[in-house]
């Protein structure tokens, strides 16, 4: 499809963002534990590990009533969930898209790094989050990071939980869990997640539903070998949703003000995805110190959608509120994709001491096609609109035409890629890595195409313990990101490339259970894609490629300050530059602030209660038609929560989102909306 730049990008969930295999520098336990792999796969723990982790819990997501991957990934330290239409997304640290994702460390590339559509959370045991370049990791990414989520898995003993809860908006949701094993020894065992939700919207019109569904099975083969299958269906329908999003500019040079539940959609439009994903992972233990691993992941993907976009190439008449002209699509997006992987990893002597080393291959292919409906460009959807704010009827569902095949895409990526962590002595210790990644894609988007890429990308890591509590690294990495946008002449734009370094100090405070990290990071990305325009001669976004430099400070305590009572706190200060030194990225705040603080009383635990929130400095942007600056001032977004346990194996929870109804656009990525006011949600937890 040929419009806003959701003709040009894949309808894709968040499995659409399942990136390269992490390489198993361990962050959680093994299978051996039922847990699924971590994101990094030597054995290092987070505080090991010569990079900035952030971890979003499934207790952290629970108690503030989180059952989206959007939503979650807002308590993460650092990373900017920019919603800048109703059903897609992008994800940002560092200043960059993250286009690197996984799911159990394992996954393929996120193309655009869009997601499409709310995805469901619950499948979920946590989150975690790599920031900065990957290069241990991956053997494509970029300067942001990498977020893994990892599945439940099930467990050793039989237990489950069951919830209802309500909101506002009409919102209501049914979820439940049950792991129990197959067997009296307990070497089989299985789990079934499911979950169903719908409700209204404050926005004009706009409802949801969405049903999940994930199933898990694992066990023993013989004395050394692991299996496990699982599947996941994920079907979410969305009606009156909005393509695109609100116009902020009047042709005055002044900036607009609607009502938070304004809406550019009409009543015919909709957009509805399914998501199946299935994988198979077997590890058999070689020896006391080695094993090896193979995997196998496949997901399929598909969109049907109607939709309608407005925008204005002048801005608007203040007075009249006149100035927006319509545009209208009906297309079909279908994908699938396949990843098999083998790593071998274990322990060895060298130099008097233990070490560790780990390398494997994979190779993952993948497939998109595009079909759409088009439309006779003298319909009226293609028209002057009436003032802003208008009614969801004020233009007639168009004609449309039949199904023609738009686009489509063959992907494939080769990777082979080793690591090893090196003792020299009790407090000095390296983790060298090196990835060896080889990309083709073939298609046509209107214009046909054939490109093979290939790319050695080195990493090195050095930590040093100065004592038991304080540790400190410096790490680089490669940069190397083939990219999924094209110039004026449609041409694909040449792979961005560059450096990444990071250093800073981890300490353990409180009995070592608080953790604290401070790191200095600085990146640069050579031919990044940046938004040059529209092409009204081809009806297409175009791009160019340009030098962007990221540098900062993060900070992140997370842990226990006391045995009642937990902290996330987390801040980022970055300043990003071009090419000739000037500032760039204006929509990215250049400065961020996290919060979640949780308690139980002391003198009665079964009341607990809890306030987070995010804050971020002010942003502006261009918008793409006008070229005219939209701002946004700084603002801060409070949620809070309090949960009774009314039994031990029972709690209700009240959340309020939005504490202090503060008004914000909620992104100026590209087009944004206005943020949720104030809402509320009643919750009933049984655990059986």
């Known amino acids: 499809m040929a419009a806003p730049q959701a003709a040009t990008a894949s309808a894709a969930g968040v499995e659409n963002d399942t990136a390269t295999q992490l390489d198993t520098v361990r962050v959680v336990s093994q ?16 505080k090991e590990t010569p990079q900035s982790i952030s971890v979003v819990s499934g207790e952290q997501m629970q108690q503030f009533g989180i059952d989206n991957l959007n939503d979650a990934l807002r308590l993460a330290t650092g990373i900017q969930v920019e919603e800048w239409e109703t059903n897609r997304t992008n994800y940002v640290a560092r200043g960059f898209d993250i286009k690197n994702t996984q799911i159990d460390g394992v996954g393929l590339p996120n193309d655009w790094g869009i997601v499409t559509g709310a995805m469901d959370a619950y499948g979920y045991e946590k989150l975690e989050v790599i920031r900065g370049a990957n290069g241990l990791l991956t053997g494509v990414g970029n300067a942001s990071g990498t977020i893994n989520y990892v599945r439940k898995r099930p467990t050793n003993e039989a237990k489950g939980q069951l919830g209802v809860s309500v909101g506002s908006w009409g919102k209501r949701r049914v979820e439940v869990d049950y792991a129990t094993p197959f067997t009296d020894d307990g070497r089989w065992a299985g789990r079934v997640v499911a979950a169903h939700e719908d409700g209204d919207s404050y926005l004009r019109g706009f409802n949801t539903d969405r049903n999940f569904l994930y199933g898990v099975v694992d066990g023993q083969i013989g004395d050394n070998g692991t299996l496990t299958l699982g599947y996941s269906w994920q079907k979410a329908n969305s009606d009156q949703n909005m393509w695109g999003a609100l116009t902020f500019v009047n042709a005055d040079g ?101 070490q560790e080393a780990m390398f494997g291959f994979s190779i993952a292919k993948s497939a998109e096609t595009t079909w759409d409906h088009p439309v006779d460009g003298n319909d009226p959807s293609f028209g002057a609109l009436p003032a802003f704010p208008y009614a969801g009827n004020v233009v007639a569902e168009p004609q449309w035409g039949a199904r023609t095949k738009a686009s489509w895409t063959n992907q494939r990526l080769k990777r082979g890629y080793g690591a090893t962590r090196l003792s020299f002595t009790d407090r000095l210790k390296a983790v060298v890595g090196v990835n060896w990644a080889e990309y083709h894609r073939d298609g046509n988007n209107g214009v046909a195409f054939s490109q093979t890429e290939d790319n050695v990308s080195p990493y090195a890591g050095l930590t040093w313990d100065f004592n038991d509590s304080v540790l400190g690294y410096v790490s680089y990495s490669d940069i190397y990101q083939p990219q999924d946008q094209y110039d004026i002449k449609h041409v694909y734009l040449d792979p961005t490339k560059g450096v990444n370094y990071e250093v800073g100090v981890k300490a353990e405070w409180l009995d070592r259970r608080l953790l604290t990290t401070l790191a200095l990071f600085k ?166």
């Open 254 to 354: 002044s900036q607009a003000s609607w009502r938070r539940s304004a809406s550019t959609t009409q009543d015919w439009t909709y957009w509805d995805t399914k998501t199946e994903t299935a994988f198979a992972e077997y590890t058999h233990q070689l020896s006391a110190d080695w094993q090896v691993k193979a995997s196998y992941n496949y997901r399929k993907l598909g969109s049907d959608d109607q939709l309608f976009f407005a925008y204005t190439t002048t801005g608007l008449d203040p007075l009249t509120g006149q100035g927006l002209v319509g545009w209208s699509y009906k297309g079909i997006d279908e994908g699938s994709s396949h990843l098999g992987d083998i790593t071998v990893n274990g322990r060895f002597q060298l130099f008097g001491r233990e």
């Open 31 to 46: 299978r051996a534990n039922r847990v699924s792999n971590g994101a990094t796969n030597l054995d290092l723990d987070i």
């Open 523 to 688: 990146a640069k990305q050579e031919n990044l894609s940046t938004y040059g325009g529209y092409d009204f001669a081809t009806a297409n976004y175009w791009y160019y490629g340009v030098d962007v430099e990221s540098k900062g400070v993060e900070f992140e305590a997370t842990g226990k300050l006391s045995d009642n009572t937990s902290l996330v706190l987390g801040y980022t200060q970055l300043k990003m530059s071009n090419q000739d030194g000037g500032s760039t990225y204006t929509w990215v705040p250049r400065r961020t602030a996290n919060l979640m603080l949780t308690s139980r009383l002391p003198a009665y635990e079964a009341l607990s209660f809890g306030l987070g929130g995010r804050w971020q400095s002010d942003t502006s942007t261009k918008e793409s038609y006008t070229n005219m600056v939209v701002r946004q001032g700084s603002y801060a977004v409070l949620n809070a929560f309090i949960a009774w346990d009314v039994l031990p194996n029972a709690t209700v929870r009240a959340n309020i989102n939005n504490l202090t109804d503060q008004k914000y656009i909620n992104s100026l990525y590209q087009i944004g909306y206005y943020g949720a006011p104030r809402n509320y949600q009643l919750s009933f937890d049984w655990r059986f």
